[in-house]
């Protein structure tokens, strides 16, 4: 991320910008209907209320920086600091997520994919997670080789599902490694059933941190000669 505020001031919006904060601002939006979308939160710890830092930000989101484009649409979609704004919120993301920031899409992805936002819409979801996927995010992999399997948002595309939760999975993401691990071991969503591999992805996942493999592995060593 460039620095395109103070080092004081960064430091302190780095501590708020976490994944906590964002997962927090995306489950309160969800709940806010559109017409009434016209509040502004204000919370005096937060570092964003502070005039300097919003202004810095906003500043940098029109000088074409993708975090701060991210950062601003997020602060708009919530109403945190400054006027609730949901229209010009998701402008800065989706020129962002256009630009490459592969955060920005992400968001977006998780946006449209939510039942609960007002503007849901898979199609949408599924185009910005593949945004973020081929950004390299795992995150976005799995989500997108999700709704690749179930035909969400478009047709049932088995092989690149496959493909995209293997992507994941191949970088660390173990609960994808346990998917796959599900998907063959039972066949869902049309995919081959093989106990063997099903097996292999499971002891993967174990080895990356997923607990709820052992159990998982265990059942089918039972069943099977192939351990």
Known sequence: MKLFIGSQQRNAIQKVITVGLLVVILIQFFAVSLHAATSTTRDPNSPYCKPTVLTALKLAAKEGNNAARSELGLLLLHGHCIKQDVEAGLSHLITASKDGHTASALIL???YANNAFPLFNPSFARQYFLVAAKNGSAQAQHKLGLMLLRGEGGGIVVETGLYWLTTAASQGDAFSAVVLGMLH?????????????????????LLMGASMAHDLLEKISKSTDCF
Do not use: M, S
């Open 109 to 111: 992805g998780e946006l």
């Open 185 to 205: 071991q039972r066949g869902y969503f049309g995919v081959p059933k093989n106990i063997c591999l099903a097996g292999d992805w499971y002891e993967a996942g």
